[in-house]
C-alpha cells in the first residue's frame, strides 16, 4: 500500500512517535519498580534519595553537626564512651609496634635510633605522649571525631632530639572547609581545586591543607587565619566509605539517635522508678476543707477534745498503727509500673554495638546470657573487623606517615637509608582457650601450614627480637648446664633425652 500511494502521489498519514517515558514517570505509571528498593509510594516516601558523591553529603555543616553532638555524646553518654574506647583499645592497645629493617634484616643502628625518639615523649609536640600514646589518641578522635590529622613538626639542632622532627596531633576541626572550589589559573596553566579545605592539583592529586593557625573554637583569643600546609607534613586518617571521600564522618552517625532516645528513655524509666517508689496515702472525711475529724472555732482552733494534742499522722513508718476517726478513710494511688525496661535496653544496646561494629558483650560487660562458643563467635568476628580497621586504615595512614618521616630525618642527619623500611605489629589479641589454642598453633607449626615468624606475629611481638631473645636465654641456659623441659633441642615432647648423632652418623659413609 505504501508503493501504490507513492506512485498515485498520496500523502502517507503521519503517526507521531511516542515520547520514552521518563525513570519517574515509568516508576509512576507502574504498580512498582523491578527493584522493590527504587518504588516511589507512601513506604518511601520518607526516604531521601540523593544523587550527591561523599563530599557533597559530608558538608562543613553536617561534619560539624555530627562532631559537635558525638563529641557531647562521648562527654556524657556511658554506652558512646565505652564504644569509642573499646574500638581504640583494641585497633592501638598499648602500641603498634615497629621495627628498622634493611633489605630485610634488622638495622640494630637505625632501629636504636628510631627507638630513642619514638618511644620516649620527646616525639611528642606537646611534649606528653610516646607514639604509642599519640596512636591511641589518634584511634579515639577518628572514631568520635571521624578522623585526626598528625602534622610534622621540624626543629632546630639545638634542640637535641634523637631526630630532628616532632609529631603534633590535630582534631579535623583545624581544616579550613571555607575553601572549597576551582582555583584560578595561573600562567596559562589549568588551576586546581579545593575540596572543604585539601588543595588538589589539576590532575587531582593531593598538595597540601588549609590549616587554622589555632583551634576555631578554643577559648584562648588566637588568630583564626588558615595556611597553606604541604601535604607530605600532613597525614590525614580516617576511614573512607565511599570512593573519592576526603573527609571521615563520625562513627557514631548511624546511632547517633538510638544513643540519644536511649538516653532519654533511661531518664523516663528513672522518673518512673523515682514515682513508683514514692508511697503515699490520701486521708478524706466528710467536712470538707477541714481535717477529717477535727472541728475548728472562729480562730482556727481545734474544738474537739478528743483531738487536743493529736499529732497528724503525714508520713508512714515501720510499724505504725494509726487509728483513724468515724468518717474517715485512708486510700492509696497504683504508682506506674517499670516493666519492658530490661527487654527494651537491650535491643537498644545490640542495635548500638551494631553500629559501632563492637560485640554487645563487650559493649555493655553484660555476659549473663554469653556461652563459651557465642562468646569466642563474637570475638572472632571482631578480631576480623580490627584487623581490617588496622591493616586497611591505620598502618597505611598513620604508620606509614611516621615511617616516611623517620626515614626522611635519618637521611638528614647523614645516615644510608638505602633498602631500609618499618616493618609494624599490632598488639595481639589474647587467647580464649589457651590448653587448646598454643597445642593448634605448635600442630600448624609442626605440619608447615604456619612459620614460627608468623604465630610470633600473631601474639604481637617482632620475631627478630623474639628469635634473639631466645638464642641469648638458650646460651645462658647451655653455660649454667641447666637443661628444661621445654627445650626441644634436648627433650623431646613426651620427655625423653634428645640423641644427638655425632659426626659420623651425621655423614654416613
Not at 3 to 11: M, Y
Not at 65 to 71: D, E, F, H, K, N
Not at 354 to 378: H, K, N, Q, W
Request: glycine share 10%; charged share 25%; hydrophobic share 35%.
Amino acid at each position: 500500500m505504501k508503493l501504490i500511494n507513492r506512485l498515485l502521489g498520496r500523502s502517507e498519514p503521519t503517526v507521531e512517535k511516542p515520547r520514552p517515558a521518563t525513570l519517574r514517570q515509568h516508576i509512576r505509571r507502574g504498580p512498582r519498580a523491578e527493584y522493590d528498593g527504587a518504588t516511589v509510594g507512601r513506604r518511601a516516601a520518607g526516604w531521601r534519595r540523593t544523587k550527591l558523591d561523599a563530599n557533597s553529603e559530608l558538608s562543613p555543616a553536617v561534619q560539624m553537626a555530627l562532631r559537635a553532638i558525638a563529641r557531647d555524646l562521648d562527654r556524657n553518654n556511658p554506652w558512646a564512651t565505652a564504644g569509642a574506647n573499646k574500638i581504640a583499645e583494641h585497633m592501638v592497645g598499648t602500641g603498634i609496634t615497629f621495627q628498622v629493617y634493611r633489605n630485610g634484616k634488622l638495622d640494630d643502628v637505625l632501629n636504636a635510633l628510631a627507638r630513642r625518639h619514638f618511644d620516649r615523649t620527646e616525639c611528642d609536640a606537646t611534649g606528653r605522649c610516646d607514639l604509642y600514646g599519640l596512636q591511641l589518641k589518634a584511634a579515639r578522635s577518628i572514631v568520635v571525631s571521624g578522623g585526626v590529622l598528625l602534622r610534622r613538626r621540624w626543629r632546630r639542632r639545638s634542640d637535641r632530639l634523637p631526630l630532628p622532627m616532632q609529631l603534633q596531633l590535630l582534631e579535623p576541626d583545624y581544616i579550613d572547609m571555607s575553601r572549597h572550589g576551582p582555583m584560578q589559573a595561573t600562567a596559562g596553566v589549568g588551576g586546581g581545586f579545593h575540596v572543604h579545605g585539601i588543595q588538589f592539583s589539576p590532575i587531582g592529586r593531593r598538595e597540601g591543607y588549609w590549616l587554622y593557625n589555632a583551634h576555631p573554637g578554643s577559648a584562648r583569643p588566637t588568630d583564626i587565619s588558615s595556611t597553606f600546609v604541604a601535604a607530605k607534613d600532613v597525614a590525614h586518617i580516617f576511614r573512607a566509605d565511599r570512593p573519592e571521600q576526603e573527609h571521615g564522618a563520625s562513627w557514631f552517625a548511624p546511632v547517633i539517635l538510638r544513643l540519644k532516645d536511649f538516653g532519654d528513655y533511661e531518664d523516663a524509666q528513672l522518673t518512673r522508678q523515682k514515682i513508683a517508689s514514692a508511697f503515699a496515702g490520701f486521708v478524706s472525711g466528710d467536712i470538707d476543707g477541714e481535717i477529717p475529724g477535727v472541728g475548728r472555732d472562729a480562730g482556727g482552733n481545734n474544738t474537739d477534745p478528743e483531738q487536743q494534742g493529736f499529732e497528724q499522722l503525714d508520713y508512714v513508718e515501720s510499724g505504725t498503727v494509726q487509728y483513724l476517726r468515724p468518717g474517715e478513710e485512708i486510700t492509696f494511688p497504683s504508682p506506674p509500673g517499670v516493666d519492658g525496661y530490661m527487654d527494651y535496653s537491650k535491643v537498644s544496646q545490640r542495635a548500638i554495638a551494631a553500629g559501632l561494629g563492637v560485640p554487645y558483650e563487650m559493649l555493655t560487660g553484660d555476659l549473663s546470657e554469653v556461652s563459651f562458643i557465642s562468646g569466642r563467635l563474637g570475638r572472632l568476628t571482631f578480631k576480623r573487623a580490627v584487623d581490617t580497621w588496622q591493616w586497611l586504615m591505620f598502618i597505611p595512614q598513620f604508620c606509614a606517615a611516621i615511617e616516611r618521616w623517620f626515614i626522611e630525618a635519618a637521611e638528614m642527619e647523614g645516615h644510608d637509608v638505602t633498602g631500609v623500611s618499618m616493618r609494624w605489629t599490632p598488639p595481639k589479641h589474647e587467647m580464649l582457650d589457651p590448653a587448646s589454642e598454643v597445642p593448634a598453633n605448635r600442630d600448624a607449626v609442626r605440619s608447615g601450614q604456619k612459620t614460627p615468624s608468623q604465630v610470633i606475629r600473631e601474639n604481637g611481638d617482632d620475631p627478630d627480637t623474639f628469635f634473639a631473645e631466645m638464642a641469648a636465654d638458650l646460651k645462658t641456659l647451655d653455660d649454667l648446664g641447666i637443661v628444661l623441659d621445654s627445650d626441644p633441642r634436648r627433650v623431646t615432647q613426651v620427655g625423653n633425652a634428645v640423641q644427638i648423632p655425632n659426626a659420623d652418623q651425621r655423614n654416613p659413609a
